[in-house]
């Protein structure tokens, strides 16, 4: 009797959040990412923590800033890319996403 | 074809002057005019389709552009959505779920949803959501893009939410005399254990004003999942980074203690402009952005908006500010040259989009920039496109709002 009336409450309770009564389902999107350039060195640590969408949507930028950007995964958010991994993925991103230049941006 | 309108009303003093700015960025080597990528409009859960600037984490903004903001309430599905770590559960069950309140406190709490709806009191507050980085593409026009994601306006919302006050939760919870902070952290997390965690921090006379709440209800409704299901803070007045989603942890604090989150990321320069030398990267000493600024954005026409002479235009639009309330709205037609007073609606609370209109008769042909300008009850008012303060990390964007049409 007791179980039953356990398992009306749950029943109830699944009916009052039906909208998150099962898992959402979270569509996958996939970005474009150029070929080339060692480009799965770039697949395989950027995209541990985030899309590829965060680097279409910054434009073209320059050699300095990407550099900066590999620097701040790593520094801050802890990426465990090696420095020479870094210097590869820094190339394909300057390459592909970026222009040459002396200045910061 | 923007550019030109831009010069045109900017006018060519300024022109040379973004050019002495610009001329260290020129690159060394001619490159091509790099095209903007265009992102997918796809449908998320409990969201029409909506531009996926990316799914993981996921960061969603309106499909419709400015026409979002010209209604006093932006709805659930088509409010934009920014997260800032890959891993948020899919599923929060309710019956396990519990809001944490800890640290300095004589009783900590341990409360379910159910809890918060009916053991305190409940309260609304009709308020504006946006992100720090909000609109920061304009800064390109004083100098360079800025770092982060090139929002255009399309990182704000206004929505009625419903909920409890901090204030009763702490002041249930019994705050002890050693508080000084209240730490504030969610269900998103990192995908590697080193990478720091999405927490936030304000001081505890902030966190005891009135207007904070956990909201539980958003529009009438559920918070849709991706906007914090089941319980996010609101924090009226203020940008968006510490009105923290699927709130599992409420921590009173003795300390402030150094985060990746409050002390790095949504930094300004700590100087009265919160500006810097457009071009300067972060070297410089930083606060957290906080407040939000006086500003005001076109509903209506949008850019390029083709419109046949004689005709009347609604110029439509949405202004806010940091809770002081909206004085008046102008608008220009002429370059900013001439300015006259908006019509404002009725004020829905002092933390909400103010409507405002202007009735413009199309006498001539050509083409014409449309400038709002929001001033607040405290004499804020919006910075002109060429005066706004650069900073390196792109936040508090709130110059001048421009659109460019033709008259035909």
Known sequence: MKKLFLTALILGATTLFAQVAKPIEMPYVDYPMAKGDHDEVAQQYCLICHSWGYVLNQGKKSRPYWKGTVQKMVNEFKAPISKEDQQTITNYLVKHYGYETTSAH | ?408
């Not at chain 2, 960025?25 to 095209?35: H, N, V």
């Not at chain 2, 909201?215 to 609101?234: C, K, T």
Request: charged share 25%.
């Open chain 2, 1 to 408: 074809m923007k550019h030109l309108n831009r010069r045109h009303f900017l006018g060519a003093g300024l022109l040379l002057g973004a050019s002495t700015l610009l001329g260290k960025e020129l690159p060394t080597k001619p490159i091509a005019i790099p095209q903007e990528y265009v992102p997918p409009i796809i449908a998320f859960p409990e969201k029409k389709p909506m531009i996926a600037v990316s799914d993981r984490p996921p960061l969603l903004k309106s499909a419709k552009g400015r026409e979002l903001f010209t209604q006093p309430i932006t709805p659930n599905d088509e409010f934009f959505v920014r997260w800032h770590l890959p891993d948020i559960p899919t599923f929060v069950d309710l019956n396990t779920f519990r809001l944490e309140v800890k640290g300095e406190v004589n009783t900590p709490l341990s409360l379910s949803v159910d809890d918060l709806k009916s053991k305190f009191e409940p309260t609304e507050i009709t308020a504006v959501l946006q992100c720090g980085g909000n609109s920061r593409k304009y800064y390109k026009n004083v100098g360079p893009a800025t770092h982060g994601v090139q929002w255009d306006h399309g990182a704000m919302g206004c929505a009625v939410w419903k909920g409890v006050r901090l204030k009763d939760l702490l002041e249930h919870a019994g705050v002890k005399e050693s508080a000084r902070w209240v730490g504030l952290n969610g269900l998103e997390k990192p995908a590697m254990e080193e990478t720091p965690d999405f927490f936030r921090e304000m001081a505890i006379a902030e966190a005891l004003e009135d207007q904070i709440i956990v909201a539980y209800s958003m529009n009438g409704e559920d918070l849709p999942y991706l906007n914090g299901f089941p319980l996010r803070l609101v924090i009226p007045g203020h940008f968006a980074d510490s009105w923290v989603k699927m709130l599992t942890e409420i921590t009173v604090l003795d300390r402030y203690q150094k985060s990746f989150f409050m002390d790095v990321a949504y930094t300004v320069p700590d100087n009265d402009c919160e500006c810097v030398v457009s071009g300067s990267d972060f070297e410089y000493k930083r606060k957290p952005i906080a407040s939000m600024k006086v500003k005001s954005v076109i509903g209506y026409p949008s850019s390029d908006t083709v419109i046949k002479k004689g005709s009347k235009v609604k110029v439509t639009g949405v202004a806010f500010d940091q809770g002081k309330g909206i004085k008046e709205v102008m608008i220009s037609l002429d370059g900013g040259k001439s300015w006259s007073a908006a019509k404002l609606a009725a004020e829905n609370g002092k933390y909400a989009f103010r409507m405002w209109t202007y009735e413009w008769e199309t006498k001539s042909k050509g083409d014409f920039s449309i400038m709002a300008r929001a001033i607040n009850r405290i004499g804020n008012i919006q910075p002109q496109v060429d005066e706004i303060g650069w900073n390196a990390g792109g936040y508090q964007y709130n110059a001048v709002d421009v659109v460019n049409v033709k008259i035909v």
